[in-house]
C-alpha cells in the first residue's frame, strides 16, 4: 500500500459511511434497521483486511486485479477515448489500445478477469488509483446486492430476520473473501439483485419493468465472471415460478390437474435456459461437463500439493461425465 491509501482512504470511509447513515431509513424496517451498520461494518472490515493480507503475506489475484486496472487507468492520463475504449472493447485489439492491452495478460474476447479489471478501472477513476479505495467501491457494490438479498429473505421470512442476517452477513468467510478487490464481491452483490429482481417481479409481481432491467444488468454481470452460478440459479428459479402459479389456482381440482402441466412447464424452461446459458461459454456444456471436472480437479490437487494445504481426491479422471459420477471422493492419506 502507498502513502495515498492512508491519506484518502479515511475521506472515502467518511463519505460511504455517510449515503449509508443517508439511505438506511429508506432500505430498512424497524426489525432490519439494527442489522444495518454492522452489515455494512463487517463488509468494510473484511476488504480492509483482506487488503492487507494480501498486500503483505499472499499476493496474487486482488493485486493484480488492481495492477491491471491501473494500466487502464493511465490509458486516461494519455487518451480519454483510448481509456474508454478499453472498459468497453469487446476484447479484440487494435492499435489504439494495443500499448496498454499488449501489458494484460487476460486481455481478450470473452475474459472473466478481464471484466475485474473494467470494474477496477472505473473504481480507480473514482479513488484517484487508489488500492484500498477501489477495494471500498468494490465492497459498497457487493453491499447494496446483498442487503437486497437479505431484505428479501427477510420479506419471505419475518419471523427470523436474526438468523438471515447472520448468514448473509457475519459468517466469517463471506465478510471476508466477498468484499475484497475480486471476482467474489461482484458476484455475490448481483447474484442479491439478481434475486431481488427475480422475487420482486416474477414471484410478487410488481415493479416488473425495473426487475427486468436490474435482473439483466445482474445477469450480464454474473456471466461475464462466473456462468456455473447462474447455472445453478436458473433451474430453482424457474421451478419456483411454476409453483408459485399453481398455489394461486383457487380450486382444489383446477390446481391437482394443472399441476402437472405446469412442473412440466417449469422444468422444460429450467432445462432451456440451461442449455442456452451453457452454449454461450463452451466449457460448461453437458458433453464437456466431464473435462471441465477433470481439469479443476487436476488444478486443485496440483495448487494443493505446492503449497501443502489440504485436499481431496476423487481419483483418476478420463474426462467424461459418466466415469466422474462413479467416483466417489476419498480422503488421501
Given at each position: 500500500m502507498e502513502l495515498s491509501d492512508y491519506l484518502l482512504t479515511p475521506f472515502y470511509l467518511a463519505l460511504f459511511y455517510g449515503l449509508a447513515y443517508a439511505v438506511r431509513p429508506a432500505v430498512t424496517n424497524k426489525f432490519t434497521i439494527k442489522y444495518f451498520m454492522p452489515a455494512f461494518s463487517v463488509k468494510i472490515v473484511g476488504t480492509l483486511a483482506l487488503g492487507i493480507l494480501y498486500h503483505t503475506i499472499y499476493g496474487g489475484d486482488t493485486n493484480n486485479y488492481f495492477h491491471y486496472s491501473s494500466v487502464v487507468y493511465s490509458a486516461f492520463g494519455k487518451s480519454f477515448s483510448t481509456g474508454l475504449h478499453l472498459i468497453f472493447t469487446d476484447g479484440t485489439m487494435t492499435p489504439d489500445i494495443s500499448p496498454y492491452a499488449l501489458q494484460i495478460p487476460w486481455f481478450g474476447p470473452g475474459s472473466n478477469e478481464y471484466f475485474v479489471i473494467r470494474v477496477g478501472a472505473?473504481?480507480?477513476?473514482?479513488?484517484?488509483?487508489?488500492?484500498?479505495?477501489?477495494?471500498?467501491?468494490?465492497?459498497?457494490?457487493?453491499?447494496?446486492?446483498?442487503?437486497?438479498?437479505?431484505?428479501?429473505?427477510?420479506?419471505?421470512?419475518?419471523?427470523?430476520?436474526?438468523e438471515l442476517a447472520i448468514a448473509v452477513f457475519f459468517l466469517p468467510s463471506v465478510f471476508f473473501w466477498g468484499s475484497g478487490l475480486l471476482k467474489d464481491s461482484l458476484c455475490i452483490g448481483a447474484l442479491g439483485w439478481l434475486f431481488y429482481a427475480f422475487y420482486r417481479g416474477a414471484i410478487e409481481?410488481?415493479?416488473?419493468?425495473?426487475?427486468?432491467?436490474?435482473?439483466?444488468?445482474?445477469?450480464?454481470v454474473i456471466a461475464s465472471m462466473k456462468m456455473y452460478i447462474l447455472l445453478a440459479f436458473v433451474p430453482p428459479a424457474a421451478l419456483w415460478v411454476f409453483n408459485e402459479n399453481t398455489a394461486r389456482i383457487n380450486s382444489p381440482l383446477m390446481r391437482w390437474v394443472a399441476k402437472p402441466f405446469l412442473l412440466g412447464g417449469g422444468m422444460?424452461?429450467?432445462?432451456?435456459?440451461?442449455?442456452?446459458?451453457?452454449?454461450?461459454?463452451?466449457?460448461?456444456?453437458?458433453?464437456?461437463?466431464?473435462a471441465q471436472s477433470k481439469?479443476?480437479?487436476d488444478y486443485l490437487q496440483k495448487v494443493s500439493a505446492s503449497q501443502g494445504g489440504s485436499g481431496y481426491n476423487i481419483g483418476v479422471q478420463d474426462g467424461t461425465l459418466g466415469a466422474s459420477l462413479a467416483m466417489p471422493p476419498s480422503v488421501p492419506s
Open positions: 472505473v473504481c480507480a477513476l473514482l479513488g484517484f488509483n487508489t488500492y484500498s479505495v477501489s477495494a471500498l467501491f468494490f465492497a459498497v457494490l457487493s453491499f447494496t446486492g446483498m442487503w437486497a438479498m437479505y431484505m428479501t429473505f427477510a420479506k419471505i421470512r419475518p419471523q427470523v430476520y436474526k409481481k410488481k415493479n416488473i419493468v425495473r426487475c427486468l432491467i436490474i435482473g439483466l444488468v445482474a445477469v450480464r422444460a424452461v429450467a432445462i432451456y435456459a440451461m442449455g442456452a446459458i451453457a452454449a454461450a461459454d463452451a466449457r460448461f456444456n453437458i458433453d464437456k461437463i466431464g481439469l479443476t480437479a
